[in-house]
C-alpha cells in the first residue's frame, strides 16, 4: 500500500553546531570540548569534537550535498561558544555572526529551510566553572540574552526556533547518570537543574515574542527526546514505576512547556521527597505565559520499565531511580551495535499522545535514526554504502508516523539524524547516523544508498508498506 504525505510536509534531517562545524575559531569551549581537552580517552577512540565533519569550513559543499539528496529542511544549531564574546554581556564574535548568516543564507539559496536550535548540550564551560552552569538562575539569564542575540541577528530569515534538544539528557548525563561531564550524582541538584532548564525556554520564548517575531511568521518551541515508556506487566506496582518514569523523563519538560504548569503528582512527589526545586511566583507566571508554538520529538526507542527491586522508601540519598527499574523485554528487536531496542509503533503512540493530551499541538519527528558502527564493512566498490538496514528503519517508522497523521495527529514533517556522518557526544564517529558518508580522515563525502532512496522518497513524497 503507498502512503502519501502531504505537499509541505518537511523531510529533512538534523545535526548540531558543536557535533558537526569542529572547534576553528571558537573564543571559548564547550562542556565537551573541555572535557576532551583534560580526558580525551573518555571518546570513544580518543576523537574529540576539534574538526568532526568540518562544516565551519565546507559548509557549502555540504549544503549542496543536502540539496541533492532532497532535503527541503535542516536543523543545525548555533553554538553559544561560537556567537558570543562576552557572555555575561551578551555581546557578540563578528567572525561567528558573518558566519552563521552565511551558512543560513545558503540554506535558503539550496531552498532548504534552516530550523535552529540554541542549545544542543554545549553549555560554554566556564559558566560551569564559574556559576555551576544549569544549576544558577544567572546562567539562565545569560543563556536569555544568548537566545535574544540570535533572534534578533536571524529571525529575519529563520521562521523556526527551538530553545533546546533533549534537555532531560543534562539532567540524566550531567547530574544522574555520570554519562556527561561532571558525571555528578545529586538528585536535588538534578531536579533544580531540569527547573532552570525549562525557566530558561520560556524566558527565551518570551523574548522572542517581545521581539514580534510571532506576528512574522516566527515559531518557536522545544525538541524532547520523548522516549514513551510501556510498563513490564499491568500490575499496580508495575504501572505505578511506568507513572513515575513518564513523569520524571517525558511530562517534567512537555506538560511544562505545552501546558505551562508542572505535573502536579511529580511537584507531590518531589515535594515529599524534600527535593522539590526553588522556583519563585514571578517565575512560575513567565512559565505559564509563554508556552511553545511547536514541538520537536526525538524518538529512537523505547523505555520500558518495571518497579523498583527496593521499595522507594528504603534508599539512601534521592535519584529518580528509586521508583523504578529498566525492564528488557524478551523477544525484542535490537540495533545491537547502539544496544538500543527497535520499536517504530511508539511513534504512532507519540502521534496519539500529542493529539489527546497536548491539544494537538503542530509537531514534527525532528530527530530519529540508526546508528551502526563499522558502517564501512557495508560499503560496495564503488564507495556507497549498501545500508538497507537503515532504508527499512526509516520506512518502518514513517509507516506508523502516516498511521498517525491519518488518524489526525498534526505532524508536519521528518527529520532524519543525521545529514552527514558527525561527531557526537562521548561516542564521537563510533556509531554511523548518516545519508552522507564521511571518512574521518579524508574528509571525503559520499551519498549512502539511503540517501539516493531518501531522495526519491522526498520527491514522490509516498512510502510503501
Ligand atoms: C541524540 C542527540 O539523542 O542522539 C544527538 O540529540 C546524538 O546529538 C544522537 O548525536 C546519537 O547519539 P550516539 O551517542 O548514538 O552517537
Redesign the pocket.
Known amino acids: 500500500m503507498k502512503r502519501y504525505f502531504d505537499k509541505d510536509f518537511w523531510w529533512g534531517a538534523a545535526t548540531?553546531g558543536p557535533?558537526s562545524e569542529g572547534r576553528f575559531n571558537k573564543k571559548h569551549a564547550n562542556m565537551f570540548d573541555y572535557w576532551y581537552e583534560v580526558e580525551p580517552d573518555a571518546f570513544f577512540d580518543n576523537v574529540g569534537p576539534d574538526v568532526t565533519s568540518n562544516f565551519y569550513n565546507s559548509y557549502k559543499d555540504d549544503i549542496a550535498l543536502m540539496k541533492s539528496i532532497g532535503l527541503n529542511s535542516v536543523r543545525t544549531s548555533i553554538q553559544w561558544s561560537r556567537l558570543i564574546d562576552d557572555l555575561e554581556l551578551g555581546t557578540l564574535n563578528q567572525d561567528a555572526v558573518d558566519f552563521y548568516n552565511d551558512v543560513i543564507d545558503e540554506f535558503i539559496k539550496n531552498d532548504i529551510k534552516p530550523i535552529i536550535n540554541l542549545h544542543?548540550f554545549d553549555l560554554p564551560v566556564e559558566l560551569y566553572h564559574k556559576y555551576g552552569g544549569w544549576e544558577s538562575k544567572k546562567v539562565v539569564d545569560m543563556y536569555v540574552l544568548f537566545a535574544k542575540q540570535c533572534f534578533k541577528l536571524f529571525g529575519d530569515r529563520v521562521k523556526d526556533w527551538f530553545t533546546h534538544?533533549?534537555p532531560i539528557?543534562v539532567v540524566e548525563g550531567e547530574y544522574l547518570h555520570e554519562f556527561h561531564y561532571p558525571k555528578l550524582v545529586d538528585g536535588k541538584k538534578a531536579v533544580q537543574v531540569a527547573y532552570n532548564l525549562n525557566l530558561s525556554s520560556a524566558k527565551a520564548i518570551k523574548e522572542f515574542r517581545s521581539l514580534g517575531l510571532d506576528k512574522d511568521g516566527g515559531r518557536i518551541g522545544i525538541i524532547l527526546?520523548l522516549t514513551p515508556t510501556y510498563p513490564s506487566s499491568n500490575e499496580s506496582k508495575d504501572l505505578e514505576a511506568a507513572e513515575f518514569a513518564e513523569l520524571f523523563n517525558n511530562r517534567l519538560f512537555l506538560d511544562t512547556a505545552a501546558h505551562g504548569e508542572f505535573p502536579a503528582k511529580l511537584v507531590e512527589i518531589l515535594r515529599k521527597d524534600n527535593v522539590l526545586w526553588e522556583s519563585t511566583d514571578s517565575e512560575l507566571k513567565i512559565i505559564k505565559e509563554n508556552t511553545i508554538d511547536v514541538l520537536g520529538v526525538?524518538y529512537?526507542h523505547p523505555n520500558r520499565v518495571k518497579a523498583p527491586d527496593v521499595s522507594p522508601n528504603s534508599v539512601g540519598a534521592w535519584l529518580p531511580d528509586r521508583y523504578y527499574d529498566e525492564y528488557l523485554l524478551p523477544g525484542r528487536r535490537m540495533n545491537i551495535d547502539?544496544g538500543w531496542e527497535i520499536y517504530p509503533k511508539a511513534l504512532y503512540d507519540i502521534a496519539m499522545n500529542i493529539k489527546e493530551n497536548y491539544n494537538n499541538i503542530p509537531w514534527f519527528v525532528s530527530?530519529n535514526g540508526m546508528?551502526i558502527s563499522n558502517e564501512e564493512n557495508f560499503m560496495s566498490e564503488d564507495g556507497v554504502v549498501q545500508d538497507d538496514y537503515r532504508i527499512d528503519f526509516i520506512n518502518e517508522h514513517l509507516i506508523y508516523l502516516h498511521k498517525g497523521i491519518e488518524e489526525g495527529s498534526n505532524c508536519f514533517g521528518y527529520h532524519l539524524?543525521t545529514p552527514i556522518d558527525c561527531w557526537?557526544?562521548?561516542?564521537a564517529y563510533?556509531?554511523r547516523?548518516g545519508l552522507i558518508s564521511n571518512n574521518i580522515h579524508t574528509q571525503i563525502k559520499t551519498i549512502k544508498k539511503s540517501g539516493y532512496w531518501f531522495k526519491e522518497v522526498t520527491e514522490l513524497k509516498c512510502i510503501e508498506d
Open positions: 548540531s557535533q544542543h534538544n533533549e539528557v527526546n526525538n529512537y547502539r530527530e546508528g539524524w557526537s557526544w562521548v561516542n563510533k556509531n547516523y
